[in-house]
């Protein structure tokens, strides 16, 4: 039996972006909560990436990340 590969978007933590502006790209690309938002960022700062969600399909987990990335985050697709 074959085993779909799933694709991962990872957020990194950069040099340039605040809290303010990572909370604001997930708030307004995926809808995440402000207050999970932070969660979310802190996890990032400290680990220095953290995986955001997964998708079966490569092509929507590319363009979440094209979506991070206009707003100024560092996102990767990564195959899990």
């Given at each position: 039996?074959?085993?779909e590969?799933?694709?991962a978007?990872?957020?990194?933590?950069d040099?340039?972006?605040?809290?303010?502006t990572?909370?604001?790209?997930?708030?307004?690309?995926?809808g995440?909560?402000?207050?999970r938002?932070?969660?979310?960022a802190?996890v990032v700062?400290?680990?220095?990436?953290?995986e955001?969600?997964?998708f079966?399909?490569?092509?929507?987990a590319?363009?979440?990340?094209?979506?991070?990335?206009?707003l100024g985050?560092?996102?990767t697709v990564?195959g899990?």
């Open positions: 039996m074959a085993v590969k799933a694709w978007v990872v957020v990194h933590n040099d340039v972006n605040s809290y303010q990572a909370i604001f790209a997930l708030h307004t690309v995926v995440l909560a402000v207050e938002g932070m969660e979310f802190d700062h400290h680990q220095g990436a953290a955001l969600t997964r079966s399909a490569r092509e929507q590319e363009g979440l990340v094209a979506e991070l990335q206009v985050l560092h996102a990564q899990v």
